[in-house]
DNA sequence: ATTCGCAAAGTTTTT
DNA sequence: CTTTGCGAAT
């Protein structure tokens, strides 16, 4: 049992695997395989004898955690082992002891956009409109010190720092509404669960022996607030195992703090710190330059990646004129290598740093007639008419909900307008009630007319009669929502064609609703759904279809293609230019950004840089990104391209198996000419960066204040190796994060360029592709009618007419 | 109450 | 150039 666990891992890999007691530091490289280390680690531990009841396992999203259930699934079938993303695993924890916070059992999360429109309404009360503190930075700094752990009551302005002076106001009225409307935002489920650990030491103790051994995944990402919980669970018990590595650190913008990793080793002493290095995805080529470029950050853990694999092409470093022909050029490439290197447009993706640069090369891709999807941060659940109906869904769980009920009393239009609604709010503010309770009382209410107050009451006996459904299936309860509250009418009669779109997507919901009920391992609740909808996105699904893959540098992260195209690695780009341009900190970020952007490659891998850049529709003189020198010469095969592309002329990127091929043939490919260069990668300017001054700054990383929080005891169990029969077989080949399709919907009919036929419309062709909650839906472009319509696969009555087709 | 029009802004993104 | 949000007008 143990033997079968054991054998195909690596040396450094099984090291890690048979640590079991006390903490343990996993620093993961790219490709490492650190996915396969933490399941079989867990695999290893039940196979010990630790009860699965034991085990915790904290992941950042949804998306990791499922990978790691299902390849856990066929180490330890039948295991119950929690594993699940920081947020769940407070929610759920936060339901069993909301009073302890002063919220109830039943509270409402809220999303992004509610919460900042809660924020926007407090500004807007307490008058603290500010001409340079926009309501959404401050949002941003609440979010900021719930992800440190500052409590609204700890809060504390600096003295004469204006943007705390408006958050102390505004962060504890923000607050007290939110526990008004028995609700939490994002930030709320980690921090109120770190307030209850405090709080409750015997509470804290529990937890703690409950949960002996905790594994935490992508630690270089958490926060304070994560970091205490992980701390918190593991003081009695310190056999806390976290994975990471320091050099993808790419979130420190959004709370990430690096010196949680960086002093794993002081905040747990006689940790085992076990290094995975060798990577198994690249070729040396991608490896070393990588590795090349990393070595220049200073706040780092020293690790050296190496690969064993073929050396591989040289990365390649282009210089193209412009924005366009560097696409154009891609897309060529890519359409060259399909068609005569035996490629599958899945091997390839394209990455950006910012979503603007997608839309030149989502030109060039259908001017090229190349399959491509573009990964987006559009969620499901977070569009305005599945929002609205979830408001209906809230509001019937927790009555208290005011932010979900103002969203839907008048949604659709029923006749209660903004002065009403100022009414009942008044109303609500004087007598302490919620504004349902209001409601209720609105013929009671002095200014509200009767005729709005016969309204409202009617709205009253809507959602009352809404809440004689709540013993039904979830599922129907969506549909009567839907329905009753007039909502599919409205979109039904509407003359807008994208509000047909709105309403399959309710559809979808309501069939989401039923997935719910048939599939979840959680009791089918409205609760239960409703915390489903809020920390589940079911866009972080990638399809599996046969297309190109273009996504910015941040939705890369964990994934892996043969062949990866960077563009825009120019000034301003990579490392991105900010508004308060601070600091090494921040070059450093970006540096790692790109590292994590060119080890996604495994055999081929280009960066380009263009002469001139149009982005906002100004073109503007680019100049290629300082990164670009970090790597070595003799690692990177460098050329121009000119501005005139014979049409669907290609340069090869791969050096196809059979080199002779169509690999490079340079019309417009050449070695920078002797004239005058507009940019040469010269060695000396290579190798001046290198003896640059120290950095004065990156001191003593301070000391966490959770550590204070929470004192780890003097002394804990020696750590026990196990000691497994040493024989070496590494061949295993992991990729981490690997990313396959497993989404139902085969991808081969429905591709963009394909033509289709619909009864009503006509003939037109597909020009979009996207995927919502386990649905696809495509863009048409019909014959007659420039207009884009937009229609679920599933639902809509669309015929294959042809296969797909450039235009 | 809805619709239209204009102004302003425009990194990255999970939960 | 595009999107999005707010304010004025009907």
Known sequence: MLESILERLSEAQREAVTHVEGPLLILAGPGSGKTRVVT??????????????????????????????????QLAPGNRVWLGTFHRFCAQQLRRHAPLVGLKENFSILDARESQRVVQEVVEKLQLQHALISPESIGRAISNAKGEAITHHAYQAARFDPASQILVQVYPEYARRLLAANAADFDDLLMHFVTILRENPELRAEYDRRYRFIMVDEYQDTNLTQYSIARALSI????????????????????????????????????????????????????????????????????????????????????????????????GSIRDQITNGGCAASDFAVLYRVNSLSRVLENAFREYGLAFQIVKGVEFYSRQEVRDIISYLQLLNNPANDVALKRIINTPARGIGATTVKHLEDFAEQAQLPL??????????????????????????????????????????????????????????????????????LHELVTAAREFEEHSTLDPTLENFLEQTALVNDTDDLQAGEQVTLMTLHAAKGLEFDAVFIVGVEQGLIPHRRRDADADRDEEEERRLLFVGM??????????????????????????????????????????????LPAGAAEGLFDPASSAGSGVDDEYCQEPGPDEPYFELDGERNTRRGDRPARPGGGPASISTAAELFQLPQAFPESSPGSAA???????????????????????AFQIGSWVAHPDYGTGQIVWRERAASLEFVKVRFCDNPKLRRFAVKHSPLRIVAGPQSE
């Not at 809440?467 to 039904?492: K, N, Q």
């Not at 590494?730 to 989404?743: C, E, H, K, L, M």
């Open 40 to 73: 079989h680690r867990i695999a290893y531990l039940l196979a010990r004898g630790v009860s699965d009841a034991e085990i915790l396992a904290l992941t950042f999203t949804n998306k990791a955690a499922d990978e790691m259930r299902n390849r856990l699934a």
């Open 236 to 331: 009695d018990h310190p056999n806390l195992a976290v994975t990471g590595d320091p050099d993808q650190s790419i979130y420190g913008w959004r709370g990430a703090d690096l010196n949680n990793i960086l002093e794993f080793e002081h905040d747990f002493p006689r940790v085992r710190v076990v290094r995975l290095e060798r990577n198994y995805r690249s070729t040396r080529s991608i490896v070393d330059a990588a590795q090349a470029l990393i070595e220049r950050n200073r706040r780092r853990k020293a690790k050296t990646h190496y690969s064993e694999k073929e050396q591989g092409p040289p990365v390649r470093v282009v210089q193209y004129p412009d924005g366009q022909t560097e696409a154009r050029s891609i897309a």
């Open 436 to 505: 349902w309770e209001a409601c209720r009382r609105s013929g009671t209410i002095d200014g509200i007319a009767p005729r709005s107050a016969l309204q409202v009451v009617r709205f009253v006996a809507l959602m009352d009669n809404l809440h004689a459904c709540l013993t039904h299936p979830v599922s129907s309860l969506v549909h009567a929502v839907i329905e009753d509250s007039g909502y599919s009418t409205a979109l039904r009669d509407s003359h807008d064609p994208s509000d047909q779109d709105r309403l399959s997507n």
């Open 599 to 644: 080890t996604r490659a495994r055999s081929a891998l280009q960066l380009s840089f263009a002469g001139r850049r149009s982005l906002h529709n100004k073109s503007e003189t680019a100049i290629p990104s300082p990164f670009i020198f970090d790597l070595p010469r003799d690692l990177i095969e460098f050329s121009t391209a000119s501005a005139d």
């Open 726 to 748: 040493a024989h070496e077989s590494s061949a295993a080949v992991d990729t981490a994060g690997g990313q396959a399709g497993r989404n139902g919907q085969d991808g081969t």
